[in-house]
């Protein structure tokens, strides 16, 4: 079991050796040893386009976004370890609703508003059970002696990537296509000086949109979604 075969690659010229290696150690020994890896999802569409590379495989299996019933049954499920009774409070336009006029109890309007925050909530997420959970978190306001109170709304406005630079945008794409980079893996990939890079790299850790792990840096988990649909926007992510 090989995890993460992009890290076998890096985006410059003569970047594809290792991982070329490794497909054709693992062509040459598949009579004998059954291969499993794992990769990055638009790595491996790169990978794709560049190397065919689902044709040394006999079996490519896509992981689907979780449906919104799974990923609230999923929180729900966590919830109820902490024995925790929740609360979800009540927007203010939510009262001239008329679910909620209808609601003859405090039960009932209870659920009506579970129902409308797990829509938002999935919605933010995106199918994606970590992010999920993250903004499950952010919307804890406070916590009583009995309940956790739930905000009404995340906020969330992640509209101020599609103003980055193009610069920017594009060494998002590279974060995307390699998920870890170091400063020096990004100045290869880019064909610039290591310091051009570690100054970029933390402007946008500072920001919050990287986040620095024990082997480089990552696109934060809640930016993770947005960052693709505004690279697809700007044709720079296909």
């Known amino acids: 079991i090989v995890e993460n075969i992009q890290n076998m690659f890096?985006?410059?010229p003569g970047g594809f050796e290792a991982l070329k290696r490794f497909l054709l150690l693992m062509v040459e020994t598949s009579q004998n040893v059954f291969w499993v890896t794992t990769c990055g999802l638009?790595?491996?569409?790169?990978?794709?386009?560049?190397?065919?590379i689902r044709t040394f495989f006999h079996e490519v299996i896509t992981l689907r976004e979780l449906d919104d019933e799974t990923i609230e049954?999923?929180?729900?499920?966590?919830h109820r370890v902490s024995?925790?009774?929740?609360?979800?409070?009540?927007p203010a336009n939510f009262d001239k609703s008329t679910r909620l006029k209808r609601s003859l109890s405090e039960s009932a309007r209870q659920d009506v508003l579970r129902k409308s925050f797990f829509q938002q909530l999935n919605r933010l997420a995106s199918g994606?059970?970590?992010v999920a959970i993250l903004f499950?978190?952010?919307a804890v306001r406070e916590i009583?002696?009995?309940?956790?109170l739930i905000a009404p709304f995340i906020e969330f406005d992640p509209s101020f990537l599609s103003q980055m630079s193009s610069p920017d945008l594009f060494t998002f794409a590279a974060f995307l296509q390699?998920?870890?980079l170091t400063p020096a893996h990004h100045a290869k990939i880019f064909h610039q000086a290591e310091e051009t890079s570690v100054m970029q790299i933390s402007k946008l850790e500072r920001s919050g949109i990287l986040v620095k792990k024990s082997k480089g840096y990552q696109i934060h988990y809640l930016l993770y979604r947005p960052m693709v649909r505004t690279l697809k926007l700007h044709n720079i992510l296909h």
């Open 128 to 130: 994606n059970l970590t």
């Open 10 to 12: 890096l985006r410059f």
């Open 73 to 78: 049954n999923v929180i729900m499920k966590r």
């Open 83 to 90: 024995g925790y009774q929740l609360e979800f409070e009540t």
């Open 178 to 180: 390699h998920e870890t």
């Open 42 to 52: 638009y790595s491996w569409s790169y990978f794709d386009r560049i190397l065919n």
């Open 136 to 138: 499950w978190l952010k």
């Open 144 to 148: 009583k002696s009995d309940r956790f």
